[in-house]
C-alpha cells in the first residue's frame, strides 16, 4: 500500500501545476509547427485523468462529493492500508439481484471484495445508517460472490469520528475518514485549475 498522506499529494499537486504551466508554454511555442512533443502532451492527459475525480468535487454536495473523493483517493493509492492497494477493478453502483446497490465495489487482485458505502459527514443520520447498510451489502455479496473475500467499508467524507470509528469496529466493519472537507474542497479547486487549465 502507498504511503503518501493528503499532505504529501498537496505537494504533488504543487508539482503538477508547475508541469501544466510548462506543458502550456510548450503548446504555445509550438503552435503552427508540424512537430509536436506528444509525450509531454500524453503526460498532461495522465496528470488529467488522475486528477479528475477530485476536480469535479467542488462543485457537489453530499454523498455525490464523498464519491469524487473516494474516487480520486483510489485512483491515487491514497487510501489506508483497510483497503488493500492491489485493486484489480472498482465497479460504481454494484447492484445485486435484490435491486439493491452499493456505492463502490472494489475487486482485488487477492481475491478479496471490499463493499463500500461511502457518506459524508455533514449528514450524520446517513453515517449511522450507513453502518447498517455496510454490513447488509457485505452479506448480499457473500450470496452472489461467493468464492471472494468479502469486506464491509464504510468510506466517510470528514475528519475521524471516534464514536463512529468504534460503532464499525463493534460490527465488523472497516472506517475510512476521506478527510477534512473544507480542506478536501480546496484541493479540489486546485486540482480543477490543474486539469482543465484554469477553464470553469
Same mark, same amino acid.
Given at each position: 500500500?502507498?504511503?503518501?498522506?493528503?499532505?504529501?499529494?498537496?505537494?504533488?499537486?504543487?508539482?503538477?501545476?508547475?508541469?501544466?504551466?510548462?506543458?502550456?508554454?510548450?503548446?504555445?511555442?509550438?503552435?503552427?509547427?508540424?512537430?509536436?512533443?506528444?509525450?509531454?502532451?500524453?503526460?498532461?492527459?495522465?496528470?488529467?485523468?488522475?486528477?479528475?475525480?477530485?476536480?469535479?468535487?467542488?462543485?457537489?454536495?453530499?454523498?455525490?462529493?464523498?464519491?469524487?473523493?473516494?474516487?480520486?483517493?483510489?485512483?491515487?493509492?491514497?487510501?489506508?492500508?483497510?483497503?488493500?492497494?492491489?485493486?484489480?477493478?472498482?465497479?460504481?453502483?454494484?447492484?445485486?439481484?435484490?435491486?439493491?446497490? @452499493?456505492?463502490?465495489?472494489?475487486?482485488?487482485?487477492?481475491?478479496?471484495? !471490499?463493499? +463500500?458505502?461511502?457518506?459524508? &459527514?455533514? %449528514?450524520? =443520520?446517513?453515517?449511522?445508517?450507513?453502518?447498517?447498510?455496510?454490513?447488509?451489502?457485505?452479506?448480499?455479496?457473500?450470496?452472489?460472490?461467493?468464492?471472494?473475500?468479502?469486506?464491509?467499508?464504510?468510506?466517510?467524507?470528514?475528519?475521524?469520528?471516534?464514536?463512529?470509528?468504534?460503532?464499525?469496529?463493534?460490527?465488523?466493519?472497516?472506517? @475510512?475518514?476521506?478527510?477534512?472537507?473544507?480542506?478536501?474542497?480546496?484541493? !479540489?479547486? +486546485?486540482?480543477?485549475?490543474? &486539469?482543465? %487549465?484554469? =477553464?470553469?
Amino acid at each position: 500500500m502507498s504511503n503518501k498522506t493528503i499532505s504529501d499529494y498537496k505537494d504533488a499537486v504543487l508539482e503538477l501545476g508547475a508541469s501544466v504551466e510548462e506543458l502550456g508554454a510548450l503548446r504555445i511555442r509550438t503552435a503552427g509547427m508540424e512537430v509536436v512533443d506528444h509525450s509531454a502532451l500524453a503526460k498532461l492527459e495522465t496528470i488529467r485523468q488522475s486528477l479528475a475525480p477530485l476536480a469535479r468535487m467542488h462543485n457537489m454536495f453530499g454523498e455525490e462529493r464523498a464519491c469524487a473523493v473516494f474516487d480520486w483517493k483510489i485512483l491515487n493509492g491514497l487510501l489506508p492500508e483497510c483497503v488493500p492497494a492491489d485493486v484489480e477493478r472498482v465497479k460504481k453502483e454494484l447492484r445485486f439481484k435484490t435491486g439493491r446497490k @452499493v456505492d463502490r465495489a472494489v475487486f482485488h487482485t487477492s481475491g478479496r471484495l !471490499s463493499t +463500500v458505502e461511502i457518506k459524508d &459527514a455533514c %449528514d450524520q =443520520r446517513a453515517v449511522v445508517a450507513g453502518i447498517g447498510q455496510a454490513l447488509l451489502y457485505a452479506s448480499l455479496a457473500e450470496k452472489e460472490y461467493p468464492s471472494h473475500h468479502i469486506v464491509p467499508v464504510l468510506a466517510v467524507l470528514g475528519l475521524p469520528d471516534p464514536d463512529v470509528a468504534r460503532a464499525c469496529k463493534r460490527g465488523g466493519v472497516e472506517y @475510512v475518514a476521506l478527510g477534512d472537507v473544507q480542506f478536501m474542497t480546496l484541493m !479540489s479547486k +486546485v486540482a480543477h485549475f490543474i &486539469a482543465y %487549465d484554469g =477553464r470553469p
